[in-house]
């Protein structure tokens, strides 16, 4: 069966600091690989999608970059955080193509990060 | 814990039919209340949302309203589309910061 993990669950760093996240699907072979943001009382906000290794698009301006070293592993960075990019982030994956009868997208547990 | 339920799908109906998709949650005081859709082959895209009890939000033809005596919010809509075919998540925000999704139900409209 397919899994996606995310770490670190909870993160609390200070503003100019250095950003993280990683997240690994396991169970599936090429996937199409997604951020998503969360801002309190707010919608959730898709930041980055890869269709394949190296290969990201990025859906809104911003501090905030993301990798795809490997087929299954899709990381979000920052070189300096703001106090704005406070927030739930969400990973997650579908398959390649997807189709009207397996659209599901999955997602992970998530990482709540605090920028103080 | 917070958590949510979600009606089970899939849900198949036909062109101009009314449609219900139960949602009821747990948590901690009044959170805002989301619901998402995904449509084939796409990301996910918010729906509709309410912020605080009685609130009703909408939007394409979808409403939902935020019930705190009942902890529901249910989606429902007057006369679907085939293109309403996707699939729908509930969504409260968690005391932890966090979203809490429902497991989805598929919708399929058929014409």
């Known amino acids: 069966s397919q899994t996606i993990h995310q770490w670190p669950a909870t993160l609390v760093q200070p503003v100019g600091s250095p950003l993280s996240l990683e997240c690994t699907v396991e169970g599936t072979s090429n996937p199409n690989l997604y951020w998503y943001r969360q801002a309190a009382g707010r919608g959730l906000q898709l930041l980055f999608y890869?269709?394949?290794?190296?290969?990201i698009s990025s859906e809104v301006p911003q501090n905030l970059s993301a990798s795809r070293p490997q087929d299954r592993q899709f990381i979000l960075s920052s070189k300096k955080l703001l106090l704005s990019d406070s927030g739930f982030y969400l990973c997650?994956?579908?398959?390649?193509?997807?189709?009207?009868?397996?659209?599901?997208?999955?997602f992970g547990p998530g990482t709540r990060l605090l920028v103080l | 814990g917070d958590s949510v339920t979600q009606m089970e799908g899939p849900v198949t109906l036909s062109e101009e039919a009314f449609l219900t998709i139960n949602c009821t949650y747990t948590?901690?005081?009044?959170?805002?209340l989301f619901w998402y859709v995904q449509y084939p082959g796409e990301g996910l895209q918010l729906l509709l949302k309410?912020?605080?009890?009685?609130d009703k939000g909408s939007n394409k033809g979808f409403e939902a309203t935020y019930r705190k005596e009942t902890t529901s919010f249910h989606l429902e809509k007057g006369s679907v589309q085939v293109s309403d075919s996707a699939v729908y998540f509930c969504a409260p925000w968690g005391s932890q910061g966090n979203l809490i999704f429902g497991k989805g139900t598929k919708l399929s409209v058929k014409p």
């Open positions: 890869s269709v394949g290794i190296g290969q």
């Open positions: 948590a901690t005081g009044y959170p805002s």
């Open positions: 997650a994956w579908t398959r390649q193509g997807g189709s009207p009868d397996n659209p599901f997208q999955y």
């Open positions: 309410a912020t605080k009890a009685d």
